[in-house]
T-cell receptor
Framework: ETGVTQSPTHLIKTRGQQVTLRCSSQ?????VSWYQQALGQGPQFIFQ???????GRGNFPPRFSGLQFPNYSSELNVNALELDDSALYLC??????????????FGSGTRLTVV | AQSVTQLDSQVPVFEEAPVELRCNYS??????LFWYVQYPNQGLQLLLK??????LVKGINGFEAEFNKSQTSFHLRKPSVHISDTAEYFC????????????FGQGTRLTINP
C-alpha cells in the first residue's frame, strides 16, 4: 500500500510568480486536504476536495486554488506569490469525505520558499 | 470556532524519564481529538485519536492520552521516553459534524537528552 506522495519536495519561487504543487493520495483514499505549515507553527487548513469537488475551505484568499482528478490525486495552485507564502505545504488523504474513523495520511510536504 | 492550545512550546526530558505534553481545546460543540508527531523533514504521523468511548486512548510507540471533557484537555503521556522520541508533537481537533478540517495547536518540541 503506497502512502501519500508530494512533488516537488523543495521549490524556490520569486514574488509574484505562480506555483503548482502536486499530491498523489494513498491508494483507495477519495478525499484530499491541503495544509500550510509556516516555520514554527502548526499546520493550517487550506481546503479539502472530495470526489473532485471542494468540500470546505479555510481562511485563505482566492489566489489559493485546487483541483482533484478522477484518480483522486490533487493539485494546489497559488497565484501572485507573496513572501508570507513561504511554508511547508502538506497534503493529507483519507476515505469517505474525511470521516474521523478513517484518519488522515499525510505526505512529507513541499517546502516552498518565496524570494 | 474551535481552537487548540499547547501549553509548552518546548519540553526537554532525560532518556527513560516520563513525559506529559499538554493540550487544551476550546469548542462549543463536540470534537474529535488527535495527536500527531512530526520528525525532521517529514510529514505528520498519527499517534492516537479520541472519537468516543473510553477516555484513555492508547497509541503507537507507547504513547497514551486522556480526554478530560470538564477540563477540555487531551494531554499526551509516555512513561519512559527514548532518544528516538525527539520530534515535534501536534494536538489537533475537528468537529464531529460539518467542516472536515483539522485545527492544530502550535506544537511542542520534545527533546530527549541522554
Amino acid at each position: 500500500e503506497t502512502g501519500v506522495t508530494q512533488s516537488p519536495t523543495h521549490l524556490i519561487k520569486t514574488r509574484g510568480q505562480q506555483v503548482t504543487l502536486r499530491c498523489s493520495s494513498q491508494s483507495g483514499h477519495n478525499t484530499v486536504s491541503w495544509y500550510q505549515q509556516a516555520l514554527g507553527q502548526g499546520p493550517q487548513f487550506i481546503f479539502q476536495y472530495y470526489r473532485e469537488e471542494e468540500n470546505g475551505r479555510g481562511n485563505f484568499p482566492p489566489r489559493f486554488s485546487g483541483l482533484q482528478f478522477p484518480n483522486y490525486s490533487s493539485e494546489l495552485n497559488v497565484n501572485a506569490l507573496e513572501l508570507d507564502d513561504s511554508a511547508l505545504y502538506l497534503c493529507a488523504s483519507s476515505l469517505a469525505g474525511g470521516a474521523p474513523g478513517y484518519g488522515y495520511t499525510f505526505g512529507s510536504g513541499t517546502r516552498l520558499t518565496v524570494v | 470556532a474551535q481552537s487548540v492550545t499547547q501549553l509548552d512550546s518546548q519540553v526537554p526530558v532525560f532518556e527513560e524519564a516520563p513525559v506529559e505534553l499538554r493540550c487544551n481545546y476550546s469548542s462549543s460543540v463536540s470534537v474529535y481529538l488527535f495527536w500527531y508527531v512530526q520528525y525532521p523533514n517529514q510529514g505528520l504521523q498519527l499517534l492516537l485519536k479520541y472519537l468516543s468511548g473510553s477516555t484513555l486512548v492508547k497509541g503507537i510507540n507507547g504513547f497514551e492520552a486522556e480526554f478530560n471533557k470538564s477540563q477540555t484537555s487531551f494531554h499526551l503521556r509516555k512513561p519512559s521516553v527514548h532518544i528516538s522520541d525527539t520530534a515535534e508533537y501536534f494536538c489537533a481537533v475537528r468537529l464531529n459534524q460539518g467542516a472536515q478540517k483539522l485545527v492544530f495547536g502550535q506544537g511542542t518540541r520534545l527533546t530527549i537528552n541522554p
